[in-house]
């Protein structure tokens, strides 16, 4: 955009008071229809360019893609509750084992699916948005 067609020429122009006598102030002076004429020109150039972004089409949530999408959101789902879980000590009283280990597991994908499903984190969305460009 150029800044010279938006009337910055107004703006950049030397500043003369209000009472200054010589003829000449009254062609320098920011006047009021000239900052008119500025915020009309800014106005069109901002609605010819506009800075929102277009609205994301439409999910068909019943597509192959979107299912493997929800997939891969709650595989990251999964793998982020097993990390925070790492970080918490165990305190003994339950001997878990290998059966432990599953279930906790097993647990963590239940977990996962219903976070995926119902949290709205946007993940499979985002995904979903940016492969379905490629269809």
């Given amino acids: 955009m150029d800044i010279n067609s938006l009337g910055v020429q107004y703006l950049n122009s030397s ?16 006047t009021e229809t ?4 500025l915020l009309k020109k800014t106005q069109a150039a901002q ?25 891969l959101e ?4 999964k793998n982020l509750i097993k990390s925070m879980r790492s970080t918490v000590q165990k305190t003994g009283l339950i001997d878990t084992g290998f059966a432990g280990e599953m279930y906790e597991d097993m647990l963590y994908d239940e977990y996962a699916k219903t976070f995926a499903q119902n949290a709205n984190f946007g993940f499979a969305e985002m995904a979903y ?7």
Wanted: contains cysteine.
């Fill in 74 to 77: 709650t595989f990251l789902i």
């Fill in 47 to 71: 609605s010819a360019t506009s800075f929102l972004p277009a609205k994301p089409a439409p999910i068909d949530k019943n597509s192959e893609l979107y299912e493997t999408c929800v997939e």
């Fill in 15 to 30: 500043y003369v008071p209000f009472a200054s006598s010589s003829p000449e102030a009254a062609n320098v002076i920011f």
């Fill in 34 to 37: 000239a900052f008119e004429e």
């Fill in 129 to 135: 948005r940016d492969l379905a460009r490629y269809l």
